[in-house]
């Protein structure tokens, strides 16, 4: 008889429960801002459009969107968050936060380099 394996169990205190969802009302934003400001009950993070090419503090940035959540939910979203980045990053790269250093380090348009041989 031939060896037949089974998959392993999964744990059902650490098994993801997989919800229904429902797209109908979705819409989307792009944002490239985030304030998160904090209560004792919960978190808001509030999101926007930067549109300034260098730091400018006399124009407001003008945000669009604030989700609000409890901390429960807030952990559950940086450990998603924290996997998600952590996968790019082991593929593309370790993503630089400082724009100048990520400015220096970047390569320049028409190659820059030596000439191929």
């Given at each position: 008889m031939p060896d037949d394996p089974?998959?392993?169990a999964?744990?059902?205190a650490t098994a993801?429960?997989?919800?229904?969802?429902?797209?109908?009302?979705?819409?989307?934003?792009y944002t490239n801002?985030?304030?998160?400001?904090?209560?004792?009950?919960?978190l808001a993070l509030d999101f926007g459009l930067n549109t300034q090419m260098s730091p400018n503090p006399t124009e407001a940035i003008k945000l669009s969107h604030r989700v609000v959540m409890n901390f429960y939910t807030a952990k559950r979203l940086m450990n998603a968050l924290l996997g998600v980045v952590s996968q790019y990053e082991n593929t593309y790269g370790v993503l630089e936060l400082d724009f100048q250093r990520r400015a220096r380090t970047a390569p320049r348009p028409g190659g820059g380099g030596t000439s191929p041989r």
């Open positions: 089974k998959p392993a999964q744990d059902p993801q429960p997989q919800f229904p969802t429902d797209y109908s009302n979705l819409s989307t934003v801002f985030c304030r998160v400001s904090v209560t004792p009950e919960e």
